[in-house]
């Protein structure tokens, strides 16, 4: 069982990593501007979120769930996102490759990107779409990493606060 202790790391956030690199966040949230150009807001936002759950970012799934719930998406996909194998019946084809998709490139340790995932999003996404699909989740995996391993801290976002 965990101690106190352990449940609390994520309310000490162990440094402010924008402050003493403020231009690899500029220089992110640059990039973050371009990846989604062309990408659809709520499938950007299910990407997201998905790849924030398989990273375990707290401060990202706090982000982007809040913005998602803005911007219209529904509690039921958000909740059912983390279980979408056995919940395909909440999301298109289209959001369902781009998901798939998402795990692939987000979980490399369990291989490439196999052939048929990237076949099945190829199928629904035109090349540059599919383009900048790679970009937003490639984008959103390097947040996650700033987020984990600087501890960002969740529950303090208002939607629309930032822009990535």
């Known amino acids: 069982m965990a101690t106190k202790n352990e449940y609390n790391h994520e309310h000490n956030p162990r440094m402010e990593w924008a402050r003493h690199a403020p231009e690899v ?5 640059r990039l973050d501007a371009a990846a989604r150009q062309g990408v659809d807001p709520t499938l950007l936002e299910l990407v997201k979120i998905r790849a924030s759950q398989l990273n375990h970012c707290a401060f990202c799934l706090d982000m982007h769930t809040k913005d998602a719930l803005a911007a219209g998406e529904s509690v ?27 795990e692939a490139v987000t979980v490399l340790t369990d291989g490439f990107v196999p052939d048929e995932v990237y076949e099945r999003a190829a199928t629904q996404f035109e090349e540059a779409e599919l383009a900048q699909l790679i970009a ?29």
Not at 25 to 29: D, G, I, L, Q, R
Not at 80 to 102: G, M, V
């Open 136 to 164: 937003a989740i490639t984008v959103i995996n390097a947040w996650n990493r700033f987020g984990v391993t600087t501890r960002m801290a969740p529950g303090h976002y208002t939607p629309g606060q930032y822009n990535h």
């Open 76 to 102: 039921d996909r958000i909740i059912q996102l983390s279980a979408w194998e056995e919940s395909r019946h909440f999301y298109t084809a289209r959001e369902i490759a781009a998901i798939e998709l998402t």
């Open 25 to 29: 966040y500029k220089a992110m949230v």
